[in-house]
T-cell receptor
């Protein structure tokens, strides 16, 4: 799986949009970008994933650049409960051999009141 | 419940003891994963099951670690002759094949 690079920490004001960047310059054509987050003392929580088109769900939006070498996770209106470590992961989807998730260090997002 | 359930939530054992950690996946999920998370680090893959078949155990750190899923549902991770370096949070995740993994809240194992 391709390696990802994320900033170690970010701060965001409550109610503002949180934009979390991820670089994955060695991503392959069949690799998807996944985002998970982990709130303290809980297991990782799936947020969103995409291949090359922008994606949106009830939790967040995922913007992938045209060359697919980077992406941004957007939390449109951050709340205190969004304080967590956010992991960007790239992996092949749907194949047994690529089923594992390879977590990096992630970004510690702190939402401030 | 609807999510992945892990038990016990916390486990304290003396060095050298054997421990068993249980995972109840989401009903109908074929795929089941175990991860180990050291303090301040991201989770690291241990092993993967598809139904009862253990298809990948390349992440198990030593032969003291053993996982099983005999009926393709509940899984148990067993650690024999525990060492202090085994102290970590052990996470279980389940999914439909090729779909996003859903995690339990883990078992925090402390070896004294």
């Amino acid at each position: 799986d391709a390696k990802t690079t994320q900033p170690p920490s970010m701060d965001c004001a409550e109610g503002r949009a949180a934009n979390l960047p991820c670089n994955h310059s060695t991503i392959s054509g069949n690799e998807y970008v996944y985002w998970y987050r982990q709130i303290h003392s809980q297991g990782p929580q799936y947020i969103i994933h995409g291949l090359k088109n922008n994606e949106t769900n009830e939790m967040a939006s995922l913007i992938i650049t045209e060359d697919r070498k980077s992406s941004t996770l957007i939390l449109p209106h951050a709340t205190l409960r969004d304080t967590a470590v956010y992991y960007c992961i790239v992996r092949v989807r749907g194949e047994t051999s690529g089923s594992r998730l390879t977590f990096g260090e992630g970004t510690q997002l702190t939402v401030n009141p | 419940g609807a999510g992945v359930s892990q038990s016990p939530r916390y486990k304290v054992a003396k060095r050298g003891q054997d421990v068993a950690l249980r995972c109840d996946p989401i009903s109908g999920h074929v795929s089941l994963f175990w991860y180990q998370q050291a303090l301040g680090q991201g989770p690291e893959f241990l092993t993967y099951f598809q139904n009862e078949a253990q298809l990948d155990k390349s992440g198990l750190p030593s032969d003291r670690f053993f996982a099983e899923r005999p009926e393709g549902s509940v899984s148990t991770l067993k650690i024999q002759r525990t060492q202090q370096e085994d102290s970590a949070v052990y996470l279980c995740a389940s999914s439909l094949v090729g779909q996003p993994q859903h995690f339990g809240d883990g078992t925090r194992l402390s070896i004294l």
